[in-house]
């Protein structure tokens, strides 16, 4: 069993920073593939980020050259750095686990979930 909190959400300005965290625990040693998503009211879950155990990396088009997603090991923690946010960025914003699959891009195939960050972006 693995449990996911986000942390680092709120509000910034158009072009402004914010950087994501997910705390897992009790560690993630048993976690395969980890990603973020992001969902606005009335529409489906997506993702924008994924990493693997093996540290390759996946990007939502939308977002890349502006997010980059990272992993420590040592703190059990999952980051989500955005740069140059827009307004369309704002959301609910999500960390995931799976620990049998790898390479994986849609909601349900994910096994944990975190309970979700804001994310508001004015302009």
């Known amino acids: 069993q693995v449990q996911l909190v986000e942390s680092g959400g709120g509000l910034v300005q158009a072009g402004g920073s914010l950087r994501l965290s997910c705390a897992a625990s009790p560690d993630m040693s048993s976690i395969a593939c980890m990603a973020w998503f992001r969902q606005v009211a009335g529409k489906e879950r997506e993702a924008v980020a994924r990493i693997n155990r093996d540290g390759s990396t996946t990007y939502e088009d939308d977002v890349k050259g502006r997010f980059t997603i990272s992993q420590d090991n040592a703190k059990n923690t999952l980051y989500l750095e955005m740069n140059s946010l827009k307004p369309e960025d704002t959301a609910m914003y999500y960390c995931?686990?799976?620990?049998?699959?790898?390479?994986?891009?849609?909601?349900?195939?994910?096994?944990?979930w975190g309970p979700g960050t804001q994310v508001t972006v004015s302009s």
């Open positions: 995931a686990a799976a620990t049998t699959r790898w390479m994986i891009w849609t909601a349900s195939d994910f096994d944990y």
